[in-house]
Every structure is written in structure tokens, then in C-alpha cells.
């Protein structure tokens, strides 16, 4: 490959070069078994990047869908991960006083929901109080979830993945219920 190209593509990629723009982008649609997915992309030719996701919800056996076909399943929230190995009744007191609107435990970790303009308040109330904070983030929650078991699990799976592996996306979120067991099957 030519230095020059190379050169460009690092410009690009930091922003240096111009006339380049950086635009977010939603895209949605359907999985195997009618799970809902959302994947959020930053791409700098929305085009290209449309072309490459359907190509990757087709290949899998989804279908993009058109703007807010899926997302109406999901609610727009703050979510802050912090380490079980903290007391459980001092995260969930930081997080309450500070405006969250929940804390469930997850395994080894407590997950604290919160309305998105009260993030930074809870994230700084946990700080505050030396509380292991995992990650901070704007997340997309469903509002209700899908199950989906043997064959379409596996596909819907490799769609998630497939779609998590492009340059240009960000985050995806789905609806999808796999319990354990059948999780096991398809990645072990």
C-alpha cells in the first residue's frame, strides 16, 4: 500500500484531514426469532455504512428496518456498572440520593439505571464515595425482551457479533432472552 494512502487514512481517522465529516447514525431492524436490534454507528459516508449493515443483517438472516421500526422497543437511559465487592447499601444509597432510579445486582456487579440527565450526578456521587465504577454509559434498555432458542439463537448471535465487528459501529443493543444454557450450547 502507498505511504501517501496510509498517511490519509490516519489524517482521517483523527480527524486532521478536511472536508470530512463525522455523522451518528441509528440504524434498526429484525434478528432471527423477531429480535429487535439497534446498532449506532459514527461513520463519515452513512451510505457505504448502510450498504455494509444490511449486508450483514442479510447474511445472518435479519432485515434492517426503516427509522423507528425497532427503537419505540426501547427506553434511552443512563446506566453505570459498579463492582459487587462493594456494600451493596452504600452503592445503593449513593446512587438513590443522587437521582438514579434503580440498582439490581448482576452476578458480580450492581447495574444503577438512571434518567440520562441525572448520569453525570450519580457517576460523581459514586466517585465521591471511592465506589468501584466499571463503565458509564448512555444505553438503550428494552422495554420488553424476545426469546429465542436453538438455531436462531446461533444466528442471531453471529449477527450481533458480526455487526459489533464493523469499524464504523459503536454500540449495538438488542432485545433478546437466551438463557444460560442454550448460551453455552452456541458459544461453547
Do not use: C
Amino acid at each position: 500500500m502507498p505511504l501517501d494512502n496510509i498517511e490519509r487514512a490516519i489524517k482521517k481517522g483523527t480527524g486532521e484531514l478536511e472536508g470530512v465529516t463525522y455523522e451518528e447514525v441509528t440504524y434498526e431492524g429484525y434478528g432471527p426469532g423477531g429480535a429487535a436490534i439497534l446498532a449506532q454507528a459514527i461513520t463519515d459516508n452513512a451510505n457505504r455504512t448502510v450498504a455494509e449493515i444490511r449486508n450483514v443483517f442479510t447474511r445472518h438472516g435479519g432485515n434492517l428496518g426503516a427509522t423507528n421500526s425497532v427503537a419505540w422497543m426501547f427506553d434511552r437511559r443512563g446506566q453505570i456498572i459498579v463492582d459487587a465487592k462493594a456494600s451493596e447499601d452504600a452503592t445503593m444509597e449513593a446512587a438513590l440520593d443522587s437521582g438514579a432510579d434503580d440498582m439490581v445486582r448482576d452476578g458480580d456487579v450492581f447495574i444503577i439505571t438512571t434518567p440520562p440527565a441525572q448520569l453525570h450526578a450519580v457517576q460523581e456521587a459514586l466517585k465521591t464515595r471511592k465506589l468501584p465504577v466499571q463503565s458509564v454509559e448512555i444505553a438503550m434498555i428494552p422495554k420488553s425482551t424476545v426469546k429465542v432458542e436453538g438455531g436462531d439463537a446461533k444466528k442471531l448471535l453471529q449477527l450481533v457479533e458480526g455487526l459489533e465487528e464493523m469499524d464504523d459501529v459503536s454500540k449495538v443493543f438488542s432485545n433478546f432472552d437466551i438463557d444460560a444454557e442454550a448460551m453455552a450450547a452456541v458459544t461453547g
